[in-house]
């Protein structure tokens, strides 16, 4: 029997496309949803399970900003 090269896919939870994620990602890693752009973390591997990046850092330098 011959092994097929298969592409680990997640799915981005922002508008439901296939991500695919590269063979030698780790948990942890972030990578971008080629379908919307929205920044994703690799929070599990076996199944893949992708998270939205919560940017908190972006977000408090706004606030700041704004008087």
Same mark, same amino acid.
Request: hydrophobic share 25%; net charge negative; aromatic share 2%.
């Given at each position: 029997?011959? !092994?097929?090269?298969?592409? *680990?896919? &997640? +799915? /981005?939870?922002? /508008? ?5 994620? $590269?063979? $030698?990602? $780790?948990? &942890? @890693? +972030?990578? +971008? /949803? $080629?379908? /919307? &752009? +929205?920044?994703?973390?690799?929070? &599990?591997? @076996? *199944? ?5 990046? !919560? %940017?908190? %850092?972006? %977000? %408090?330098? #706004? #606030? #700041?900003?704004?008087?």
């Amino acid at each position: 029997m011959q !092994e097929e090269n298969i592409v *680990p896919t &997640g +799915t /981005c939870p922002e /508008c439901e496309a296939d991500v695919h994620v $590269d063979t $030698d990602t $780790d948990k &942890g @890693d +972030t990578l +971008t /949803c $080629d379908e /919307c &752009g +929205t920044a994703l973390e690799v929070v &599990g591997l @076996d *199944p893949v399970e992708l998270d939205i990046v !919560e %940017d908190d %850092d972006a %977000d %408090d330098d #706004e #606030e #700041e900003d704004e008087y």
